[in-house]
């Protein structure tokens, strides 16, 4: 079974603090995805990755980073944290590989608050 | 741009009774697929299944049911015979022809299956 383990289930951070959340897959996936989380609004794209060392923006990347060293590891960095970026994130892979486009695999979630 | 649009935020049912999720989709990619994942209380998301825009064949995994009709484009998810497990959010989601095939999630439905 693919395993996406994100780094906190909860997080609590304080205004302007950088945050880095952390996200590790076993499966060889080539494509890393954040998303975040949010009441009514569904999965919102952040970033994604489709190999290493390489980043595309998605939907909502305002405040956001990432970084992808390893084809396992895929990062997101809050630079400057704010009260507006408490939320769900979310981490998800999946293969290039493969007939069709293959479902992602997510993990947990992590739960970020920031005061 | 792709749209996923979940009409219904809530949905209750009593236990045993069948519930339909709708989902409709806009998109201009002539090839493209579409998901639907559940999301239990603990958070994770969980992939259900995958159809792609060139078929068109209803399908049922036991209790579960897709009708995928093009002309209309919807995708719709059937429970029949509900259970109190079935409580979960789900997630109709569509990927086109993006770099790494990224997913565009609707907004979510709340199902509440009560005993």
């Known amino acids: 079974d693919v395993k996406v383990t994100q780094s906190s289930r909860y997080l609590v951070k304080r205004t302007g603090e950088k945050v880095f959340l952390e996200c590790v897959q076993d499966?060889?996936?080539?494509?890393m995805f954040w998303y975040r989380q949010d009441p009514g609004l569904g999965l919102r794209l952040i970033y994604f990755?489709?190999?290493?060392?390489?980043?595309e923006k998605g939907d909502i990347p305002e405040g956001y980073s990432v970084s992808r060293e390893k084809k396992e590891r895929f990062s997101l960095i809050l630079e400057s944290a704010s009260t507006n970026q408490t939320s769900m994130y979310l981490c998800?892979?999946?293969?290039?590989?493969?007939?069709?486009?293959?479902?992602?695999?997510f993990g947990d979630g992590t739960r970020l608050s920031i005061l | 741009a792709q749209k996923v649009t979940q009409a219904q935020t809530e949905i209750s049912v009593v236990e045993k009774e069948d519930v339909t999720l709708d989902c409709v989709y806009e998109?201009?990619?002539?090839?493209?697929?579409l998901f639907w994942y559940k999301q239990p209380p603990s958070g994770e998301l969980v992939f259900l299944i995958r159809?792609?825009?060139?078929?068109?064949q209803n399908e049922i995994s036991g209790r579960y049911s897709w009708n995928f009709q093009k002309s209309t484009s919807s995708f719709n998810f059937t429970i029949t015979a509900s259970q109190v497990v079935d409580s979960a959010v789900y997630f109709c989601?569509?990927?086109?022809?993006?770099?790494?095939?990224?997913?565009?999630f609707g907004s979510g439905t709340q199902l509440t299956v009560l005993p």
């Open positions: 998800a892979s999946s293969l290039s590989r493969g007939p069709g486009n293959q479902p992602q695999h």
């Open positions: 499966m060889d996936h080539e494509n």
């Open positions: 990755s489709y190999d290493v060392k390489m980043k």
């Open positions: 998109t201009r990619d002539t090839t493209y697929y």
């Open positions: 159809r792609n825009s060139f078929d068109e």
């Open positions: 989601a569509l990927s086109g022809s993006g770099s790494a095939r990224q997913l565009t």
